[in-house]
């Protein structure tokens, strides 16, 4: 409710939106709505910032846009409109159109809602490789709790608008908090190959619904 959001000492609010675009890009949870425009087209919506008001660029910007089709296997439908894609194709259109905008910091919110684990697998993946070749600054609300464990360094858990516990994800996926938080009790195992702290879930385990036969 209060404070700044400041960049190299200077509000946020106080940059063009041009300004900001250069160095902040944003990854919703809905894909992008199926209206006719061409995939190809959609990512280089993505350069806007950087185009002037005739929609130029100094640089021919062509060669990064095939770059991120390739990357995210999309070149086949690069002419296809977007109404014909499936949900989970639209969403990697969507991280396509951010990879093209070249921030400094990239926010995702729920990136992997409506998406299969396979396409959750990917998009992570893809967003962790290009993290660490671009050296970005990666924000994300996860609600899934060993997925935010497998791709995130530091963790941040909420828990009635307050802060529950920030740190590693070790010290903070620890089974009482889960508990105090989630109200249900978890196994906490370490990931045979990464290491990374997982929650099992345990039928029976939650605390009774208010109101329910349980409860009395």
Known sequence: DGGDVRRNGKPVRAYSRKELARWLAVLQQDALPPVGFTVREVLEMGRYPFQNWLGDEPEDSSGLIDGILEQLRLTPFAERTLEHLSGGERQRV??????????????????????????????????????????????????????AAQYCDRLLLVHRGRVAKIGTPWEVLERSLIVDVYETEPIVVEHPVTGAPQLLLQPGAGMPLPGSGAER
């Open 94 to 147: 969507a991280l396509g159109k951010v990879m093209a905008q070249q921030p400094r910091l990239l926010l995702l919110d729920e990136p992997t809602t409506y998406l299969d684990i396979g396409y959750q697998m990917q998009m992570m993946d893809t967003v962790r490789r290009w993290q660490a070749e671009q050296r970005l600054t990666v924000v994300a609300v996860l609600h899934d709790l060993n997925l």
